[in-house]
């Protein structure tokens, strides 16, 4: 997650559509929380490309998960400024499956390098 977070620090142009900035922000977050995912054993891993956000599902164990990165475009500034906010972290929950976007209790890990070891804490509890 090492590209992706230095591409949210270094902040994102706001526009009506979506910015050729967000599209390549997309095509790296896309890669390397794909790879962190994959590496605990997570499959069917799908991506929604709103606009300025991130979100998707993926399965682990059998069980689907939802996830959600909010508006890139203040993100820089609330991980710096505000760490534990929730707006500045990635958001996860268990879902009944893929059209389930209500699911279970909100999580939320910071977006970092390794951050799939924080969230599979939370998978081995659930």
Not at 21 to 28: A, D, Q, W
Not at 30 to 50: D, H, P, R, W
Not at 77 to 87: A, E, I, R, T
Not at 89 to 105: Q, S, V, W
Request: glycine share 8%.
């Amino acid at each position: 997650m090492k590209q992706s977070v230095k591409l949210i620090e270094g902040g994102f142009q706001s526009s009506s559509g979506k910015t050729p900035e967000f599209l390549s922000f997309v095509k790296v977050f896309k890669k390397e929380f794909t790879s962190e995912l994959q590496s605990v054993g997570a499959t069917n891993i799908v991506f929604n490309v709103g606009h300025f956000y991130i979100s998707g599902f993926f399965t682990l164990d059998g069980q689907a998960y939802y996830f959600s990165l909010p508006d890139v475009r203040d993100l820089g500034h609330s991980m710096l400024y505000y760490p534990d906010n929730c707006m500045s972290k990635l958001m996860y929950r268990t879902a009944k499956d893929y059209n389930d976007y209500t699911g279970g209790m909100n999580r939320f890990v910071k977006i970092e390098l390794d951050m799939i070891v924080k969230m599979c804490w939370y998978f081995k509890i659930v």
